[in-house]
Nanobody
Framework: VQLVESGGGLVQPGGSLRLSCVAS????????MSWYRQAPGKERELVAA????????NYADSVKGRCTISRDNGKNVVNLEMNSLKPEDTAVYYC?????WGQGTQVIVSS
C-alpha cells in the first residue's frame, strides 16, 4: 500500500493550494479516504473525508467552506482543494486510507 501526496508549498494568506494523493497497492475505489493535518506542537486532526463513491464528504469546522475534497476512482487519486488559506492552516497534510498513511506534504501559509 502506498499513498503519495503532492502539492504542498508556501502560499500567502488568502491564497489557494491543491493537494493530491496518488494511491496504489489496494482497491482504492472501495475505501473511504481522508486528509489529516498536523501543525507544530499539535495533535494530528481530520481535515476532510470522502466516501468510496465520492457522494458523501465531511469537513472539520475550521476548514468548512474553504476546502473541497474530491476523488477520481479511475486514477486512484484523492484531492484537497484549499482556498482562502490562513496562517493557522500551516501544517503537514497527510493522506489516509483506513489502514495507511502517506508521508505528508508541508503547507506553509505566510506573508
Amino acid at each position: 500500500v502506498q499513498l503519495v501526496e503532492s502539492g504542498g508549498g508556501l502560499v500567502q494568506p488568502g491564497g489557494s493550494l491543491r493537494l493530491s494523493c496518488v494511491a496504489s497497492g489496494f482497491t482504492f475505489r472501495w475505501l473511504r479516504m481522508s486528509w489529516y493535518r498536523q501543525a507544530p506542537g499539535k495533535e494530528r486532526e481530520l481535515v476532510a473525508a470522502i466516501s468510496s463513491t465520492g457522494d458523501s464528504t465531511n469537513y472539520a469546522d475550521s476548514v468548512k467552506g474553504r476546502c473541497t475534497i474530491s476523488r477520481d476512482n479511475g486514477k486512484n487519486v484523492v484531492n484537497l482543494e484549499m482556498n482562502s488559506l490562513k496562517p493557522e492552516d500551516t501544517a503537514v497534510y497527510y493522506c489516509k486510507s483506513p489502514n495507511s498513511w502517506g508521508q505528508g506534504t508541508q503547507v506553509i501559509v505566510s506573508s
